[in-house]
């Protein structure tokens, strides 16, 4: 009868994404399970994933006569409808020094690069450097001009967050041989954190695309599963091509959470780990109630057959096996 293994199979799996989810872990679905096994490296996004997300002013730099008012002002207005965390720290500042903002018109976002819009002070482009096309300070992340001309350079820090370190610490120590920072910050930013964090390799100033040619790239080179870590809408690539993709469910943008194969309710950084860990000891419990299965069968097979054990035990020992099973089943993941 294979009621042990029929039952105790997928009863482990269920009872381990149940454990994660009560670690505030969503798994969505076995078949992810099996893909976090198999795990040897994992890329992270830097904002909101490896900091904090909780991004603050720090300089504002104008040029060309403008006032840093009249300059936070503009890429306040060219901001003002999205909820990237860039803009979100520069509204807030904004609204700390009360500067008036007026909301634009034909606003155009362009993924990973910036934001343009009309206003009654003229058409406003906010980005990269690139995007702006602009001379200005390297450490800079946000490049504004009016009406093509180019005005001044904001720019902004994060905080990492407490566990991050530890976080990479506990995934050495589950095997993983690869710690990679995928960001589109500047290259000094992303390069102190590698070394704070002792990540194994870092890439800077990546645009969506950029991360997932990147991606790509290690998918096929590396051994092993690859697992991307991400929370925003320039992730959703990243993470629907990656082997497994999780995403920071807090503060983390709808289209990520929902392309995602695990989702970190709560943020922390260092259930990355433990979603991995969660999975290796369901996985073990399952081959462990197949082998045990198929070892005691066959051996009752054969002992009945050979008429050392009468049928009866052998009933008593299949329905026992069964219990066993699903008692040792509902342990999957602890």
């Known amino acids: 009868c294979p009621c042990a293994i029929v039952i105790s199979i997928p009863l482990a799996y269920f009872c381990g994404i149940a454990y994660a989810s009560k670690n505030g872990i969503l798994i969505k679905g076995s078949s992810v399970i099996d893909s976090l096994c198999k795990v040897k490296s994992v890329a992270f996004d830097k904002t909101g994933t490896l ?10 730099e104008p040029v060309n006569g403008v006032g840093k008012a009249q300059l936070l002002r503009y890429a306040c207005i060219a901001e003002l409808k999205s909820n990237h965390p860039i803009a979100l720290a520069l509204i807030s500042k904004a609204k700390k ?20 819009c009309d206003s009654e002070l003229g058409h406003i482009k906010a980005g990269s450097k690139e995007y702006i096309g602009a001379p200005g300070d390297e450490h800079a ?38 710690k990679i920072i995928l960001s589109g910050d500047k290259k000094a930013k992303v390069k102190a954190l590698a070394r ?26 590396l051994d092993g ?3 991307y870590c991400g929370d925003g809408i320039n ?14 469910g807090a503060l983390g943008s709808d289209s990520a959470v929902e392309c995602s194969d695990v989702v970190i ?37 054969v002992l009945c057959a050979l008429g050392f054990v009468p049928m009866l035990w052998a009933v008593v020992s299949d329905v026992g096996l069964l219990v ?11």
């Open 51 to 60: 900091t904090k997300g909780e991004l603050h002013v720090t300089k504002i």
């Open 97 to 116: 020094l009360n500067i008036t903002l007026c909301e634009g018109q034909n606003y155009h976002e362009t993924v990973g690069f910036g934001i343009e």
């Open 141 to 178: 992340n946000v490049f504004v001009s009016i009406d093509g001309k180019y005005i001044g350079s904001i720019a902004l820090g994060d905080e990492v967050k407490a566990n991050s370190k530890i976080a990479f610490e506990n995934l050495s120590r589950l095997g993983i041989k690869n």
């Open 196 to 221: 704070s964090l002792l990540a194994d390799k870092a890439y800077a100033e990546l645009t969506p695309e950029g991360k997932l040619e990147i991606l790509e790239s290690m998918m096929e080179e």
């Open 225 to 227: 599963s690859l697992a």
């Open 235 to 248: 992730d959703t690539p990243s993470l629907a091509r990656a082997d497994v993709g999780i995403a920071m």
């Open 265 to 301: 309710m709560d943020d922390d950084i260092d259930k990355v780990s433990k979603a991995i860990k969660i999975a290796k000891h369901t996985k073990a419990i399952v081959i462990s109630n197949i082998v045990i299965s198929l070892v005691i069968k066959v051996a009752m097979l």
């Open 324 to 334: 066993w099973t699903i008692i040792f089943a509902l342990f999957a993941g602890r």
